[in-house]
Nanobody, 118 residues
Framework: QLQASGGGLVQAGDSLRLSCAAS????????MGWFRQAPGKEREFVGV????????DYADSVKGRFTISRDNAKNTVYLQMNNLKPEDTAVYYC?????????????WGQGTLVTVSS
């Protein structure tokens, strides 16, 4: 089970950190990803992190502004979002990934809404 939290209403240029708490004993060996879905648009890939946290990759639209990290002791993955833009407004989801190279989630949690005002 995955539960994202930390969303809210912020202004352009602000920062926000999302968290995703996972249940289960296999979290530390699981590749995790973040996705988002803006109103009227399809869900899109944001970023991925491997099991150890050493390898990370991001969508071009967030590269240099967003950072994914994880704490395996807490079964939690994070998405630090800096310099937010109105176009970052979306529901953000964390997901279990089939592999580090996949850009589709295998299992989804409930999302958290991020709204960025201009």
């Amino acid at each position: 089970q995955l539960q994202a939290s930390g969303g809210g209403l912020v202004q352009a240029g602000d920062s926000l950190r999302l968290s995703c708490a996972a249940s289960g004993r296999t979290f530390s060996s699981t590749v995790m990803g973040w996705f988002r879905q803006a109103p009227g648009k399809e869900r899109e890939f944001v970023g991925v992190i491997n099991w150890s946290g050493v390898r990370r990759d991001y969508a071009d639209s967030v590269k240099g502004r967003f950072t994914i990290s994880r704490d395996n002791a807490k079964n939690t993955v994070y998405l630090q979002m800096n310099n937010l833009k109105p176009e970052d407004t979306a529901v953000y989801y964390c997901a279990v990934m089939g592999s580090y190279y996949s850009r589709m989630g295998d299992y989804w949690g409930q999302g958290t809404l991020v709204t960025v005002s201009s």
